[in-house]
């Protein structure tokens, strides 16, 4: 079973940055479909970015020009920074692969924008 493992979230000052990772195992990794997805407490899980096996990005509206994805396929692992972080940033943020009928999640990590 595909296993997906976030990490780097935290607490950061509005107007900051933060390096999401996640780390994949048990998979191709490179013929992946993968993404990172939120949800902010009452409100439903939405897409941020994903990148293609060949690299292709799209984004949220919410995340052009602030965030940016990016996969190194030796590693298993597709990243998101983010820059210019805002209040309504805050949320769980989770890693997904998606192959054909695939789709695993990770467990998730916490971000937090606050003063």
């Known amino acids: 079973q595909v296993q997906l493992v976030e990490s780097g979230g935290g607490l950061v000052q509005p107007g900051g940055s933060l390096r999401l990772s996640c780390a994949a195992s048990?998979?191709?990794?490179?013929?992946?479909?993968m993404g990172w997805y939120r949800q902010a407490p009452g409100k439903q899980r939405e897409l941020v970015a994903t990148?293609?096996?060949?690299?292709?990005?799209n984004y949220a509206d919410s995340a052009k020009g602030r965030f940016t994805i990016s996969r190194d396929d030796a590693k298993n692992t597709v990243n998101l920074q983010m820059n210019s972080l805002n209040p309504e940033d805050t949320a769980v943020y989770y890693c997904?692969?998606?192959?054909?009928?695939?789709?695993?999640w990770g467990q998730g990590t916490q971000v937090t924008v606050s003063s």
């Open positions: 997904n692969a998606v192959y054909r009928s695939i789709s695993q």
């Open positions: 048990r998979i191709i990794f490179n013929i992946y479909l």
């Open positions: 990148i293609t096996s060949g690299g292709n990005t």
